[in-house]
């Protein structure tokens, strides 16, 4: 018997929008025979391009590794079988992502299971214990045409502009 790490993780939406708040939920489960016998440690590095904003735990703790930088690491204490633990991690794209694709891989280590055991590199890791999202990123691109209601005006003469405003962008 022993416990079986399973880390999931979706993003808010199908595709984030420059400037407008989002968020990644990764939730670790213990879909083991066992409790876990250590914590998990959950860690997530958020995409250059996206502004970390915040980060909670329902369990345990989280916080930046180094404050203003991008990596977020979380303790969960034990986990029973078939118990859960879910963490949000808010973000707002900037300028610089619009058009990109965001790829955020996870991992969840420790907790006594024996394939995702501390210290694994990244790449050793089942996909249960790394999962990666791919986010697009997108932004409006507004256009703005203004037409006159005549070819000349004329001093006494009412006459109109039509604008028009149009979104270009993805």
Same mark, same amino acid.
């Given at each position: 018997t022993a416990p079986q790490l399973v880390l999931t993780k979706t993003a808010s939406a199908a595709?984030?929008?420059?400037?407008?708040a989002a968020s990644y939920t990764l939730t670790v489960a213990n879909n083991g025979t066992a409790a876990t016998t250590a914590n998990t440690v959950v860690t997530d590095v958020v995409p250059a391009g996206l502004r970390l904003d915040a980060v909670a735990s329902t369990?345990?703790?989280? @916080?930046a590794v180094v404050? $203003?930088?991008?990596t977020v690491s979380c303790t969960v204490p034990g986990l029973a079988t078939g118990a859960s633990?879910?963490?949000?991690i808010t973000v707002t794209p900037l300028a610089a992502a619009d058009g990109l694709t965001m790829v955020n @891989?996870?991992?969840?280590? $420790?907790?006594?299971?024996?394939?995702?055991?501390a210290g694994s590199a990244t790449a050793s890791l089942p996909a249960r214990c790394a999962p990666s999202?791919?986010?697009?990123v997108n932004a409006p691109h507004l256009k703005l045409e203004k037409t006159a209601g005549m070819a000349?005006?004329?001093v006494g003469v009412a006459s109109s502009y039509e604008l028009k405003l149009t979104n270009v962008g993805t």
């Open positions: 595709a984030f929008t420059v400037g407008q369990l345990g703790t989280c @916080q404050p $203003g930088e991008q633990a879910s963490i949000t @891989q996870a991992t969840a280590t $420790g907790g006594g299971d024996p394939l995702c055991a999202i791919n986010t697009p000349e005006f004329s």
